[in-house]
Nanobody
């Protein structure tokens, strides 16, 4: 069974930084795209994505502040967030398109990690 486990959320002051991690485990043949979404009370947004060959995309509000990366050897995706703002407060979810051994491709989600930006 494939699962994604996130870590790294927490409370940070405006202007601070956080690094989120998401590790995939289980019987994994291949991981294609990976990404981060966030859910605030009033909206859900795609924050950043990274393809299997390292191409990245970011939400406009995150450009210049957020960096997504992945370690294919560890089946892990990261989101480095700098210059955090109160409007970045949300539950952050990682997502990955995974092909498990013996199964077809599927879309998998982490459990979510809370990020709160407040003084």
């Amino acid at each position: 069974q494939v699962q994604l486990v996130e870590s790294g959320g927490g409370l940070v002051q405006p202007g601070g930084s956080l690094r989120l991690s998401c590790a995939a485990s289980g019987s994994i043949f291949r991981i294609n795209g990976m990404g981060w979404y966030r859910q605030a009370p009033d909206k859900r947004e795609l924050v950043a994505t990274i393809s299997s060959d390292g191409r990245t995309n970011y939400i406009d509000s995150g450009k210049g502040r957020f960096t997504i990366s992945r370690d294919n050897a560890k089946n892990t995706v990261y989101l480095q967030m700098n210059s955090l703002k109160p409007e970045d407060t949300a539950v952050y979810y990682c997502n990955a398109q995974i092909i498990p051994y013996g199964l077809g491709p599927g879309n998998y989600w982490g459990q979510g990690t809370q990020v709160t930006v407040s003084s």
